[in-house]
């Protein structure tokens, strides 16, 4: 006995052989980080009493940070390669170091979502649902609350490391649901025109040379210069869909994923070249929404972003719902980036509004929503933020100042703003292609 006490202490991992994962505090999870030892300042580790029943022989916790959790992984011969205790830590660090090593098997299969048994079929797959993901806590439903909670501990570990998409290697920001055994690979291949994901080089190669595709699969509904955008519907691009939900998943943090994508009509942004339409983005829309939502969730890749396409998806969205003659609003709550990209669209189109106008105008809020298809309560949310709704005379008014719009004109012709064209969009609404019984082409 107690030579085998020994031995089980001799192959017992040291600190140096584990990988720890760090949260930066108050920061983006997308910073989030596997990390060897000498990575931390030992100095300001302070020793903690670990918990007895997982056995574990010390613990620590980063300065300003709390013990998480272990992970452990496995090679593909079986053996162990290395335990991690999740920290959370006040100091910043460099780039992502997976600890993953995917197993040895066939890539041959057609990633159908709809027809396997992915690696979410528990409780939590109630939450795997709609656009956003809306966090409520324990308020009223004790059950709802723990599916959450059991949610949030699911995914605030990354388990994919990068892909490849086309000519761009992407780092991952955030977990994915991916089934197994791919959510255990340190990197992925994505094909462009199919979203078909793969864990080998090897398979990625042939299936780029024999994949007949270069388009996504739907219908075009804008075409200019080289920007192009397809409309697909769930239900009928099932498999295209959820593989386009996992792999968007990877970089947005309060989205639910889900596999039931009948209810919504996805657009995917794309640009075009001599080899295909290559996708830059997209935005969800739910076929039929109570709350006038516009836009479920939205996505620009990040070897696209800065680009201004983030803009472009946001107008396109607002350019179908004038088409339908409904203002709307994207589904709340939106990501840190969306919130961003949305203040910036909004103050934009306001302030070009208004910089058209003369002055002696009496323009109404409910005016400026139907001409821009923004909702009322998007206008005086962004005008408060900048300061331009007043009390005057027992009623609020919208107080816009010369001087600021000339500035604002003078550094927005400065800028190339991305938007949609709508002379270039041949997009009919659903409702009235029920109607006339046409499809979706102007």
Known sequence: NNNNNNNNNNNKPSAWDLLYYVHYVEHDRRLDEWVTLDRFDLSTLERATPPAAEGLAEGADAANGTETGRRTRRSNDGKFVRQAYGASSSRRGGRYGGASSSEALDDGGDNNTNNRNSNNNNASDSLLRGGNWHYTGSAGNPDLAELEAEHHEITKVKNIGQIVMGKYLVEAWYYSPFPAPYNRAETLYICEFTLKYMRKASFYARHRRECPRRTPPGDEIYRKGNLSVYELDGKDHRVYCQNLCLLAKLFLDHKTLYY???????????????????????????????????????????????????????????????????????????????????????????????????????????????????????????????????????????????????????????????????????????????????????
């Open 260 to 442: 039931d994508v009948d209810p919504f009509h996805f657009y995917v942004i794309t640009e075009v070249d001599e080899n295909g339409a290559h996708v830059v983005g997209y935005f969800s829309k739910e076929k039929v929404s109570a709350e006038d939502y516009n836009l479920a969730c939205i996505l620009t890749f990040p070897q696209y972003q800065k680009c201004g396409y983030g803009k472009f998806i946001i107008s396109l969205s607002y350019e179908l719902s004038k088409r339908e003659g409904k203002p709307g609003s994207p589904e709340k709550p939106l990501s840190d980036l969306g919130k961003i990209s949305y203040r910036s669209y909004w103050t934009h189109v306001l302030l070009t509004l208004f910089s058209e106008q003369t002055g002696e105008e009496n323009v109404q809020i409910r005016d400026v929503s139907l001409a821009t298809g923004i909702k009322t309560e998007d206008i005086i949310s962004t005008l408060q933020s900048l300061n331009m709704i007043r009390y005057w005379k027992g009623q609020h008014v919208v107080f816009v100042m010369q001087d600021f719009l000339k500035k604002y004109r003078e550094r927005d012709g400065q800028r190339k703003i991305r938007l949609c064209d709508g002379k270039c969009l041949t997009w009919i609404p659903h409702a009235e292609r029920k109607k006339g019984g046409v499809g979706g082409g102007g």
